[in-house]
């Protein structure tokens, strides 16, 4: 068996635990250009075959050359994905469905590599005051968007001033606190002044540039509105194409791609519907690359071993969580959160769910970071300490065995999203286990879109949720730990404390890396003794690709990662 482990050649394309369902319905026209496009795929084989017997001799050196792998350039690659998108906006765009499509139709300034190191993309190079207040970037020259028009400094200042506008209505304005202006001083020079330093900026500058030629006279307040969002324009490697709701995206290669024309001619990316369509159209064929469920990984691995697909598999940069709703009673006192989590199994969750791909999670970080604390809090299994720690808070056994306090049952809502097997599984599982304890969970599998809709502000609308959550490139806590985060961000869960935000704001002033690491840890180490999400764990990423798609690398924390550089062998 020839599981690959975060080796160069090889990529995740669908990010395994942040990927979210949506119901979809049949595209016969797809489908009938799908089976065109394999008959004559096959019709050409035939007839190659023909001709290579035909004319042996003269083609000897060019068969050997196919043979040895050399790149090919054209073909199309049809990709499963769970969900469909919400928006092509990046300023704005917060699913994971949405940015990785962005990841293949925008540049960024920088872009983290497989080692979550920062490198340049667009950026040529840059430089950092002294005082750590102003940073001026050289951009390459020649950049065009996918309209041909030239991507230029003027589009860098356009798209970061939308986040420091007074009007952004996105959930990304707390990454540019400090950030008070953005300046084109030429084509290619763009000069970002800050009001204080900030140790995240560089990591926070990983978003898709926007062509001000189209959207700058567009009110921040009107952008999510504008056509923009479902017919983008970026200056990546593929270009928008065609998006069929609950069906497809596609997207095409852009011949004048600044680093070099893509290898592949065009990405299909075939809304499945659930994670067990995936499978199967991956089996069938219609799929060719998509991720495996963890649940699947057994059947992934025989595949693997049968030469049907390529496996890869690599620690996430991300975990999963059950997230609660602390504006509620019921889930307002740490200890009954901690009462909880003791109750929970994670580990048998990860070995019954994910078959063993993952490791329980403890805090709000990777291990992989370099923030992650040696004293993190954990909370083992232990369900007799779980009933007392409830007693402790005050819940009594009511008649019907389910706990009560002040005359509230503990009865509560598990939601998460439609069409995620292992989420839906992991709920029942949860909804088991705290019966347990006396605790009634009622599962509830929702929509993704309506599911957004629900847990956003100002909705709040769930008692507790089941979610993943991929972390960015800087470990700072601020998007989701952050009081102010709570009314337009995604503090979804209200957790708030004084001491928290103080830290929260403190850590990003603070340049030496050593110094603070020390100050996240105590950040990290307080939310975990809080408790407002019981972290499940971090899953592993896994993804079937063709035995003959080159060129790939499974990066832990991006899903379409270099995809000019995919190619094709001759099997």
């Known amino acids: 068996m020839k599981v690959k482990k975060k080796v160069l050649g090889l990529s995740t394309v669908v990010l395994a635990t942040s990927i979210f369902a949506v119901a979809c319905g049949g595209d016969d026209n797809l489908e009938e250009a799908m089976q065109e496009e394999r008959n004559d795929a096959e019709e050409n084989n035939n007839n190659a075959d023909a001709g290579e017997e035909a004319d042996n001799d003269t083609n000897e050196n060019e068969g050997n050359e196919e043979a040895s792998g050399e790149a090919q350039d054209g073909g199309d690659l049809t990709i499963g994905i769970v969900s469909d998108p919400v928006q092509f906006l990046p300023t704005h765009s917060s699913d994971t469905a949405s940015g990785d499509i962005e990841d293949i139709v925008f540049n960024q300034l920088v872009r983290i590599d497989e080692e979550i190191e920062i490198q340049p993309e667009l950026a040529v ?18 950049v ?30 707390g990454y540019f606190r400090a950030l008070e202006e953005v300046e084109a001083l030429d084509e290619t020079t763009v000069e970002f002044r ?8 560089l990591g926070n500058l990983g978003f898709g ?13 009107e952008l999510e509105e504008h056509d923009f969002t479902r017919d983008p324009v970026g200056s990546g490697p593929f270009e928008f194409d065609t998006w069929e709701d609950g ?30 369509a995936m499978m199967a159209q991956i089996e069938g ?19 693997d071993e049968e030469g049907l697909v390529t496996l890869s598999s690599t620690l996430g940069y991300q975990y999963n969580y059950m997230g609660y709703n602390t504006r509620l009673d019921m889930f307002s006192d740490k200890e009954t959160r901690q009462a909880l989590t003791h109750a929970i199994d994670r580990q048998t969750i990860i070995d019954q769910v994910g078959q063993g791909q993952g490791e329980v999670a403890h805090g709000p970080v990777s291990p992989l970071s370099w923030a992650y604390p040696d004293s993190m809090p954990e909370f083992e ?11 402790e808070a005050g819940w009594e056994e009511g008649g019907d065995g389910i706990l009560e306090r002040d005359g509230e049952r503990f009865s509560f809502t598990l939601k998460t999203n439609s069409g995620n097997q292992i989420r839906e599984d992991i709920a029942v599982i949860i909804q ?14 929702v929509e993704w879109g309506a599911f957004l809709d629900q847990i956003y502000p100002p909705n709040w609308d769930f008692d507790a949720i089941i979610l993943g959550w991929a972390l960015g490139t800087d470990p700072d806590p601020r998007a989701i730990w952050h009081t102010e985060e709570i009314e337009q961000g995604q503090n979804y869960t209200g957790f708030s404390r004084d001491d928290v935000d103080e830290l929260i704001d403190e850590n990003v002033l603070i340049v030496d890396q050593d110094e603070r690491a020390e100050a996240l840890h105590e950040i990290f180490e307080i939310i975990a003794e809080e408790q407002p999400y019981t972290f499940l764990y971090y899953p592993n990423d896994l993804v079937a690709i063709p035995t003959n798609l080159e060129g790939f690398i499974h990066h832990p924390r991006l899903s379409y990662y270099k995809p000019h550089e995919w190619y094709f062998t001759a099997e």
């Open 194 to 201: 800050l009001s204080e330093p900030d140790a995240r900026f």
């Open 432 to 445: 088991s286990m705290l019966n347990e304890v006396g605790v009634e969970v009622d599962v509830e599998y």
């Open 285 to 303: 064929g219609d799929i060719e690359m998509g991720v495996v469920p963890a649940t699947d990984f057994s059947t992934a691995e025989r595949w």
């Open 144 to 173: 065009t968007f996918h309209d041909g028009e030239p991507l230029t400094a003027d589009d860098v200042a356009f798209t970061f001033n939308i986040f420091i506008d007074e009007d952004y209505t996105g959930p990304r304005g």
């Open 381 to 391: 299994y232990d369900p007799d300490l779980a009933r007392e720690l409830l007693e």
């Open 209 to 221: 540039i926007m062509p001000e030629h189209i959207l700058g006279d567009v009110p921040a307040t």
């Open 125 to 142: 190079d840059w430089e950092e005051s002294e005082d750590g207040l102003t940073y001026t970037f050289e951009i390459h020259e020649g």
């Open 247 to 276: 069906q497809y995206v596609q997207l095409t290669a852009y011949e004048d791609y600044w680093e070099g024309a893509p290898h592949l001619d065009r990405l299909t990316l075939s809304i499945v519907g659930d994670q067990n």
